[in-house]
C-alpha cells in the first residue's frame, strides 16, 4: 500500500475521533460500520472536499422525503431539486398532487398544511415500503428546508442505524417533538413508526387535519422512541428550525421569541447559540436556496478552513509517538509530508487576518443616514466594519457614537454627491498619511475584509487606482458594492478634481457614484477590472441572492444591460472570494457574519493552504509569501 494511501487511512481515523468528540458520541463498533475508506485515485496529501463528501455519501445513507405543495412547485420544490436535494442519496416529494417531474406521489386529496399529517403519513409509508432497506437514515423535511448534507452525514457517521434514533430541533408543548429543520429517522425507528405506531389509531392518530410534526412526536412517544440531544459538544444548535438571519441576529423580536418559548433547551439571541457545523435552515424561498448553495459551497474567506484539517497536526504527534519516528538522514521515505524541523504545519486563521490587517491599510469611510442608524449602522459596526484599521461614518448629522461627521445640510440619496464629497475631504485631510487605501461604502454594504485585503496585497497604493463593480452610463464607474481608492488617487481627486468644478461638479442634488466617475476621469483615473482571474465577479452591487440566484429578476437585468461585462445569471458568475454585498439590512448583517466567519461545511478548504503543503513554519516570511503565490495566482492585474 503506498504512502499516500496510508497517509489517507490515518487521516479517516483521526477524522473519525475528532467527529466523535465534536458530535459528543461513542466510537464503539465503528470501525466494522465503515463501508468504504480508501478513495480509488488520491493525488494529495490532503484528501479533497470532493473526496471527503464521497466518503462520507457512500458511509452515510439518507433518503430525503419532502411536504410540498402544487402551488410551491416553481418557487421551493424546483430550487431544492438545483441545489442540496441533489446530495441525498434518493429522494422524492410527497404532494397532494402527483407529479413526475420532480418526482413527487400523491398523499391525500387535500392541500395545505393543515393536512400535512395525513400526506406526511402516506409518504412515510410509501418511503419505508419502497426503499427501507436500502438506507440507512430517512430525513423528512418541507419544501422550504435547505440542508448540508455533508454535516449531516458527519453527524450521523458514527451513529448505528438499526437502533431507534430520533433528530432534529427539540421543541415542547405538552411533550417533546422534532419540528422546524425538519427530522431523521433511523431505519429502525422508520420501522417501528409504520408498522407498529401507524398500524393502531389509538396510538397515532390518522386525523388528516392534525400537524404532522407533533403528531410523529407523539406516535413516536407511544412506542418508546424520544427526541434525542441533536445539539453539538458545546450545545450549540445544528438543525435550526427558522431563517439563517433570524437565528443568527442580536435583534429583538419576530419568531425567534416563539423558538425560546418552546424549546426544550436554553437558545441565546445571536450566532453564538449557532453551531459550527450547521445542518439545516427553514423557511427558504427561491434565490434564497441559491444563495445558501454559493455562500456554503462556493464562497470564502481568505485564510479561513475546515477544522478537518486540522488533522495534520494531530497526525504528526500520533506518527512519531507510536511509531518512534525521528526526522533524520534516513527518513527519506518520510520527507515527501513530514518536512524538517515542523510544528505547525498552516497558519491558522487569525495569523492570516492578522498578516492582512497590518500589512494592507484600510480606512473605511460609509454614507448613512440618521433614520438607518438603529436599523443597519450599528450593526455594521457589531460586524464586519471593525476589520476595518479605521472608519467614519459621514451623514446629515453629527454622531459621535458611531461616530459620523456631518456633510451638508439636506438628508436622502439625492443629496450624496455633497454628503460623500465632503466625507472624502474630510478623510483625506485627516487620514490621507496614514492608510494605503480607502474603501467608500454605503449602510448597507457588507465587506469581507479578508478577501479585500488579499485583492490588494500586490498593488501599489502609490500609483492611481480605483476599483469596485464597474457600469457604464455615459462613462464607466463604479457603483453599488462600494468602492476602492489607493492613497494617491484619493489624493488627486481631492486636491485636484474637488478644487475645479468645470471637471467635477459639487452639485448637491446628483448621485454621487456617477459623479465621482466622472471626476476621476477626467484627471485621467479610470475604473480597473475588479473581476478575479476567471473573470468573475468580486465586488456585487446587489444582494447575494439576486446574483446567486438563477431566477429571473427585471433588477438583475438592470445591471446586465450597464455592465461592459458579460454578466451570467447564478453563482458561476461570482467569485470565490467575494469583497462585497450591497443591500444588506438589519439581521442579515448579522446572518453574513456567520456564514462567513463561524459556519463550515465538512471537509471544505481554503486554497490558501494549497499552496502550504511543503511549509512548516509559520513565521510571517512563509506565510507573506504563500499569500503572495495566492494572489498572483487568483487575482487579476491588468489595468483595465
Known amino acids: 500500500m503506498s504512502i499516500k494511501k496510508c497517509f489517507f487511512i490515518l ?187 401507524f398500524k393502531n389509531n389509538a396510538i397515532c392518530s390518522n386525523q388528516s387535519d392534525v400537524p404532522d410534526d407533533l403528531e410523529i412526536g407523539n406516535c413516536l412517544r407511544s412506542i418508546n422512541i424520544l427526541p434525542m440531544d441533536s445539539r453539538d459538544s458545546l450545545n450549540k444548535h445544528m438543525f435550526v428550525p427558522t431563517t439563517l438571519d433570524e437565528f443568527s441576529t442580536n435583534l429583538k423580536g419576530g419568531r425567534y421569541d416563539g423558538f425560546v418559548k418552546m424549546s426544550s433547551y436554553e437558545i441565546k439571541k445571536g450566532y453564538p447559540s449557532l453551531s459550527e457545523y450547521p445542518i439545516s435552515f427553514h423557511y427558504i424561498h427561491g434565490d434564497m436556496f441559491y444563495s445558501l448553495e454559493y455562500l456554503f459551497y462556493h464562497a470564502n474567506v481568505i485564510g479561513k478552513e475546515s477544522d478537518i484539517y486540522e488533522h495534520n497536526k494531530i497526525l504528526y504527534k500520533i506518527l512519531f509517538t507510536l511509531f518512534n519516528i525521528s526526522v533524520n538522514e534516513n527518513s527519506f521515505i518520510l520527507k515527501q509530508f513530514v518536512p524538517n524541523n515542523c510544528n505547525v504545519e498552516n497558519s491558522d486563521f487569525e495569523e492570516i487576518s492578522d498578516f492582512l490587517y497590518n500589512n494592507v491599510s484600510i480606512f473605511c469611510l460609509i454614507h448613512s443616514s440618521p433614520k438607518y442608524k438603529n436599523t443597519r449602522a450599528i450593526h455594521q459596526k457589531a460586524t464586519w466594519l471593525k476589520r476595518c484599521n479605521n472608519y467614519i461614518f459621514v451623514s446629515s448629522n453629527e454622531d459621535k457614537d458611531l461616530p459620523a461627521i456631518k456633510g451638508g445640510m439636506k438628508d436622502g440619496y439625492e443629496f450624496s454627491n455633497e454628503r460623500i464629497r465632503y466625507g472624502l475631504t474630510y478623510v483625506y485631510e485627516n487620514y490621507g498619511d496614514e492608510y494605503d487605501w480607502f474603501f467608500k461604502g454605503d449602510d448597507d454594504n457588507y465587506v469581507i475584509m479578508e478577501n479585500l485585503r488579499a485583492f490588494l496585497l500586490l498593488r501599489n497604493p502609490y500609483i492611481d487606482q480605483y476599483y469596485g463593480f464597474k457600469l457604464k452610463l455615459n462613462h464607466e464607474y463604479m457603483s453599488g458594492a462600494g468602492f476602492i481608492l489607493s492613497k494617491s488617487a484619493l489624493k488627486k481627486m481631492v486636491t485636484i478634481a474637488f478644487k475645479n468644478n468645470t471637471i467635477c461638479s459639487n452639485k448637491p442634488n446628483i448621485p454621487e457614484d456617477v459623479e465621482f466617475g466622472n471626476c476621476l476621469k477626467n484627471i485621467n483615473i479610470l475604473p480597473m477590472d475588479s473581476r478575479d482571474s476567471l473573470n468573475k465577479h468580486m465586488f456585487i452591487p446587489s444582494t447575494f441572492n439576486e446574483f446567486s440566484s438563477l431566477i429571473k429578476d427585471s433588477h438583475y437585468d438592470g445591471f446586465v444591460r450597464m455592465s461592459p461585462y458579460e454578466l451570467k445569471k447564478g453563482y458561476s458568475s461570482l467569485s470565490k472570494y467575494p469583497i462585497s454585498f450591497h443591500y444588506v439590512n438589519g439581521d442579515m448583517f448579522y446572518g453574513l457574519e456567520y456564514l462567513f466567519y463561524h459556519a463550515n461545511v465538512i471537509g471544505k478548504e481554503s486554497d490558501v493552504y494549497k499552496y502550504n503543503k511543503n511549509s512548516c513554519n509559520s513565521n510571517l516570511n512563509v506565510l507573506s509569501l504563500e499569500l503572495k503565490k495566492f494572489a498572483k495566482k487568483f487575482y487579476k492585474f491588468n489595468t483595465k
Open 11 to 197: 487521516i479517516i481515523f483521526v477524522v473519525i475521533i475528532n467527529i466523535c468528540i465534536y458530535f459528543n458520541i461513542s466510537i464503539n463498533k465503528v470501525l466494522s460500520s465503515i463501508k468504504q475508506l480508501l478513495p480509488i485515485n488520491l493525488n494529495e496529501e490532503n484528501p479533497s472536499f470532493e473526496e471527503i463528501s464521497n466518503f462520507l455519501y457512500n458511509n452515510v445513507t439518507i433518503f430525503c422525503l419532502i411536504h410540498s405543495s402544487p402551488q410551491y412547485k416553481n418557487t421551493r420544490a424546483i430550487h431544492q431539486k438545483a441545489t442540496w436535494l441533489k446530495r441525498c442519496n434518493d429522494y422524492i416529494f410527497v404532494s397532494s398532487d402527483e407529479d413526475k417531474d420532480l418526482p413527487a406521489i400523491k398523499g391525500g386529496d387535500k392541500d395545505g398544511y393543515k393536512f400535512s399529517n395525513e400526506r406526511v403519513r402516506y409518504g412515510l409509508t410509501y418511503v419505508y415500503e419502497n426503499y427501507g432497506d436500502k438506507y440507512d437514515w430517512f430525513f423528512k423535511g418541507d419544501d422550504d428546508t435547505y440542508v448540508i448534507m455533508e454535516n449531516l452525514r458527519a453527524f450521523l457517521l458514527l451513529r448505528n442505524p438499526y437502533i431507534d434514533q430520533y433528530y432534529g430541533f427539540k421543541f415542547i408543548l405538552e411533550d417533546e417533538y422534532i419540528s422546524g429543520a425538519a427530522i431523521i429517522l433511523s431505519k429502525s425507528t422508520l420501522k417501528k413508526l409504520v408498522t407498529i405506531a
